[in-house]
DNA sequence: CCCCCCCC
C-alpha cells in the first residue's frame, strides 16, 4: 500500500465535539492532511496576514488557523495542498457561536500528498458541544453570543508549587473566560513605579509586557502588588505566573497585540523560571512606513527602518507643566518609498549618537498627524539599535544598494481632506443631531462620524474630467483636440475623470445631504470614474444599473460640516472625509467589547 | 485602580 504518515482517525469529531472539560484532547499532537489554505483578507487597517487552513482526517475536514507566529510556513513555502503535517500544539476557540481550530505549533511530514478519502463537513457545534446557534446579525436586538471563549491548548505541563503539575498555557489563549492556567512568560518593557493622585484616589503601580512563543500581554501592579512584584519581576527573566485577572484591554493605551491585559494581585504566583531557551526575546508586528496613514491618530505601532536624517538637539517646553524637555527629530524611511519623522524625547534625544544610516527597530511607537503622519516615543516605547532580525538586515541590504539614493515621499499632502480625524464608534452623531447642533454654522469647520445609508444619488453629473498630473486632479477644459490643465500650464490628449458626488444619505433620525470626492466615489460604485464615465458614454441602461446598486448600502462616515456660499446663498455643505464600508464583524466586537467594558453589564 | 508622554 501506502507509506503515508497514518492520519489521527475521528480527530476533526473530535475537536469538534469537544467540551472545555475535555483535558484529554490536548495531549494529542494529531496528524492531519492540509486540504487547502487560504490568506483571509484584513478586516481592518495594519494587521498580520492571517491564513486558514482546512484540515482533514481522512473522514472529515474541519476549518481552521494559522498561529500568526506560524506564518512563516506558508510564506516560506512550506506547506502545499495535500500537505501531511502533525498538529504538535493547538487550541480550540469559540468564534461567533462555532469552534474554531487555531494551530499553533506544525511540522510537515509529507508536503507533497494525494488527498486521502473524501472527507465530508462537520455540522458547526457550539460551546458546550450542541449544534451552533444562527450566525449573528447586527441589530438593535441581537441575540448575546460569547465573541469569543478560548479553550486553551496544554502545551506542556510543569511542576508549580506543591509539586501540584499545573498546565502551561500559551499567552494568545488566555481570556476573560479562563480562569485556571499558568503562563510561562518572559518580561520585558518593566517600567518604573509611578504614582498617581485623581479625583477616585491615589496609588502607585508599575508594569510589564509579558511574552511567550504565542504572544505577548501587557501586565500591571497596584499598590501592595508592586511591593510584592516589584523586585522580583526583572527585565528579560522569565517566569512561571499564575492567578493574575484577565481583563480587557483598552485598545487607547494599549500597544501590545493583545485583546486583553492582565492586573496583578497580592496573590498572584510568579516563578522565576531557568529553562527559558523556548521563550522569545522581542515581538515585533513591524508595519510599513507608508501605512501609517491608515493607522489611527494616538494608536502605537512597531516601525522598523534606516535612519535617513537626524536633528540637531532642541528643547520644547511642554504647555501642561511648563518644562522644558530636549528632543531629536530622526528621519526614517523603509521599502516602501515612504519617510517619516520619529521624534526622540528626553535622555533618549540627548543621549542619541549615531552616524551611519542605522536600522532601527521601534517597538510601541505612538502616532501623530503632524504633517499627515509623525511617530513620537512614549515611555512605553522602545527602541532597537541595528538589532539582529531578518527585517533589519534586509533593510540594510536594500538601503545600502538602492534606498540610499531613492526619493521618499512623506505623508503630508496624503492624508484625506479634513484634518484626517479618524472614524470613532463612540463618536457617532445622528444626523439630526448634527443638524440641531448646528455643525458647521460657526466660523471654523466642525469635524463629526456618523453611520448613515445612500438613498439617493445625484446622478446627472457624478464626475468631472480632471488633470491627471498625480496631486493636481483640477478641472480641465477641452481645446479642440487635448484637454487643457490652468494650474500644470500643460495639456493631455485625455483627462483623468475624477468624482465628486452628491449623496442624500439617512439615518434613523433624519436625512441630510454629503458631498464626495474621488475616493468616496471608487468606494460607493467599485470602480474608477473613467471606468463609469465609459460605461455612461457606452451603454447608459448599465450605468443606472450601477448607481442603483450604491443605494441601500450604509456606511461609516467621517464628515467636515463647513459653511458654503454659493449664488449668495449661505448653507452649511457636508463634505465626506472618509468612509469606510461597514465590517458587520467589527461592529459586533464593538457592541460585545462595550458589554464587557460597561460597569452595568456585569 | 493607570492611561501623563509633551513642541511645530
Known amino acids: 500500500m501506502s507509506d503515508l504518515p497514518q492520519l489521527t482517525a475521528g480527530i476533526c469529531t473530535r475537536i469538534n465535539d469537544n467540551v472545555r472539560e475535555d483535558d484529554q484532547l490536548f495531549n494529542i499532537q494529531p496528524t492531519v492532511q492540509l486540504l487547502s489554505f487560504k490568506k483571509i483578507p484584513p478586516t481592518s487597517g495594519p494587521t498580520q496576514d492571517r491564513y486558514r487552513v482546512i484540515v482533514s482526517d481522512g473522514e472529515h ?25 502533525t498538529i504538535e500544539k493547538f487550541s480550540v476557540n469559540l468564534v461567533q457561536g462555532k469552534r474554531l481550530l487555531i494551530i499553533l505549533a506544525l511540522k510537515v511530514l509529507v508536503k507533497h500528498a494525494e488527498k486521502i478519502g473524501s472527507p465530508k463537513a462537520l455540522q458547526p457545534r457550539g460551546e458546550d458541544g450542541a449544534p451552533a446557534s444562527a450566525p449573528v446579525t447586527p441589530g438593535p436586538s441581537t441575540s448575546t453570543t460569547p465573541a469569543a471563549a478560548a479553550v486553551p491548548a496544554r502545551q506542556q505541563t510543569q511542576a ?108 498572584t504566583e510568579v516563578e522565576e523560571c531557568h529553562d527559558a531557551t523556548d521563550v522569545p526575546t522581542v515581538k515585533f508586528n513591524f508595519i510599513n512606513i507608508s501605512s501609517l496613514q491608515d493607522v489611527a491618530k494616538d494608536s502605537t505601532c512597531d516601525v522598523i527602518g534606516v535612519v535617513k536624517d537626524v536633528s540637531e538637539l532642541s528643547s520644547i517646553t511642554s504647555k501642561a507643566t511648563s518644562k522644558v524637555i530636549p528632543k531629536r527629530e530622526l528621519t526614517i524611511v523603509d521599502r516602501s518609498g515612504y519617510s517619516v519623522r520619529m521624534t526622540l524625547w528626553g535622555k533618549q534625544a540627548e543621549q542619541y549618537d549615531e552616524n551611519d544610516h542605522p536600522v532601527i527597530a521601534f517597538k510601541g511607537a505612538k502616532v501623530g498627524d503632524f504633517q499627515g503622519r509623525s511617530l513620537s516615543m512614549m515611555s512605553s516605547s522602545t527602541m532597537h539599535v541595528n538589532p539582529d532580525i531578518p527585517e533589519a538586515h534586509a533593510l ?70 480632471a488633470c491627471p498630473t498625480t496631486g493636481c486632479g483640477k478641472k480641465v477644459l477641452q481645446m479642440g483636440e487635448s484637454w487643457r490643465c490652468e494650474k500644470c500650464d500643460k495639456s493631455f490628449p485625455k483627462p483623468e475623470h475624477r468624482y465628486m458626488v452628491a449623496m442624500a444619505v439617512s439615518d434613523y ?22 471606468e463609469l464615465v465609459e460605461i455612461k458614454d457606452r451603454e447608459e441602461l448599465q450605468y443606472n444599473t450601477v448607481i442603483n446598486a450604491s443605494i441601500g448600502k450604509t456606511f461609516n462616515f467621517t464628515c467636515r460640516a463647513k459653511q458654503d456660499t454659493y449664488n449668495d446663498q449661505t448653507r452649511v455643505r457636508y463634505g465626506i472625509s472618509r468612509i469606510l464600508p461597514l465590517s458587520y464583524r467589527e461592529e459586533a466586537k464593538y457592541l460585545a467589547d462595550l458589554l464587557l467594558t460597561s460597569d452595568w453589564a456585569r
Open 61 to 85: 475536514f474541519l476549518q481552521s488557523m494559522l498561529a500568526t507566529q506560524m506564518n512563516y510556513i506558508v510564506e516560506e513555502d512550506q506547506i502545499a495542498k495535500g500537505t501531511i503535517a
Open 509 to 530: 433620525s433624519g436625512q441630510a445631504w454629503f458631498q464626495g470626492f474621488n475616493d468616496v466615489g471608487q468606494t460607493v460604485f467599485g470602480m474608477t470614474a473613467d
Open 160 to 267: 508549580g508549587r506543591g509539586g501540584r503539575a499545573a498546565a502551561v498555557y500559551p499567552i494568545e489563549s488566555l481570556s476573560p473566560y479562563q480562569t485556571h492556567w499558568t503562563i510561562k512568560a518572559r518580561v520585558t518593557n518593566k517600567s518604573d513605579i509611578r504614582t498617581w493622585s485623581n479625583q477616585r484616589g491615589e496609588g502607585k503601580l508599575f508594569s510589564v509586557t509579558l511574552m511567550d512563543e504565542s504572544g505577548e500581554i501587557r501586565a500591571t501592579a497596584f499598590n501592595a502588588a508592586v511591593d510584592e512584584l516589584y523586585d522580583r519581576l526583572q527585565d528579560g527573566k522569565v517566569y512561571l505566573i499564575s492567578k493574575a485577572k484577565v481583563n480587557l484591554a483598552k485598545k487607547k493605551f494599549s500597544n501590545v497585540n493583545n485583546e486583553y491585559e492582565l492586573t496583578f494581585e497580592r496573590s
Open 396 to 465: 540594510r541590504g536594500w538601503y545600502d544598494a538602492a534606498g540610499a539614493d531613492q526619493q521618499f515621499q512623506s505623508h503630508t499632502g496624503t492624508m484625506v481632506s479634513g484634518g484626517g480625524i479618524t472614524f470613532d464608534r463612540a463618536e457617532i452623531r445622528n444626523l439630526n443631531d448634527v443638524k440641531v447642533s448646528e455643525l458647521g454654522m460657526f466660523d471654523k469647520p466642525d469635524n463629526f462620524c456618523a453611520r448613515a445609508t445612500i438613498m439617493h444619488i445625484k446622478s446627472d453629473n457624478i464626475s468631472y474630467p
